[in-house]
């Protein structure tokens, strides 16, 4: 089985920076994913980690600790735009499909 | 916009009818998968056809089926519709299927019952 954490809710301001956390607990762990949805719409590819480590990308970055069975994204000089729902997604060996959690909604205020 | 459509955008239907939903993946993929998600609960991974045949299978209830035709699209038939199949059902494509193939979302259908 699988069993995958967010925050449900976060705030932050415009400008600054803000991380999201996802910790995760798999039987077989082989990749995490990150994804952008905004209300309505379809979630959108953001970031992928296998290995232990920081994978930056822009204003956007993921960190992975397989060994603490931990993620977080990492958003920085936010904008308005940002406000989104975040879904951690884990990819599970064997089972050839991505387990999502239910997302962090993320509001950036002015 | 990912390259993944589908069809119909919204859908209104009646407690026990039955619906088909409708997805093309983007050109040249080989993997679809569909997605339901609720108000209450994230993204639940239904079922995964890879060029034809099914590869995966979540939590897809035996009320629903689904197929991927030789043209690659792919339909999902959710029947005896009840109240709480009411959701956002999301079909999303890869290239191919394995680890680390990163998967496109189409716009969804927005499926109410009453």
């Known amino acids: 089985g699988q069993n995958i954490d967010q925050p449900t809710e976060m705030t932050a301001t415009e400008g600054a920076i803000v991380q999201i956390n996802c910790t995760y607990q798999?039987?077989?762990?082989?990749?995490l994913f990150w994804y952008q949805q905004h209300a309505g719409e379809a979630p959108t590819f953001l970031s992928y980690?296998?290995?232990?480590g920081l994978e930056e990308k822009g204003r956007f970055s993921s960190f992975l600790s397989r060994s603490k069975g931990y993620s977080y994204l990492l958003l920085k000089e936010l904008q308005m735009k940002d406000s989104a729902s975040y879904l951690c997604a884990v990819y599970q060996t064997g089972a050839n499909n991505l387990f999502f959690g239910t997302g962090t909604r993320l509001t950036v205020i002015p | 916009d990912s390259g993944v459509t589908q069809t119909p955008k919204h859908l209104i239907t009646a407690t026990g009818q039955r619906v088909t939903l409708r997805c093309s993946p983007r050109?040249?993929?080989?993997?679809v998968y569909w997605y339901q998600q609720s108000l209450d609960q994230g993204l639940q991974f239904l079922i995964q056809?890879?060029?034809?045949?099914?590869?995966a299978k979540g939590n897809i209830l035996e009320r629903f089926s689904a197929q991927q035709f030789p043209d690659l699209h792919s339909e999902l038939n959710l029947s005896s519709l009840e109240l709480g199949d009411s959701a956002l059902y999301f079909c999303a494509s890869s290239v191919a299927t394995g680890l680390l193939e990163t998967q496109y979302f189409g716009p969804g259908t927005r499926l109410l019952v009453l």
């Open positions: 798999t039987s077989g762990f082989n990749g």
């Open positions: 056809y890879y060029n034809g045949e099914e590869r």
């Open positions: 980690n296998v290995l232990d």
């Open positions: 050109s040249g993929d080989l993997s």
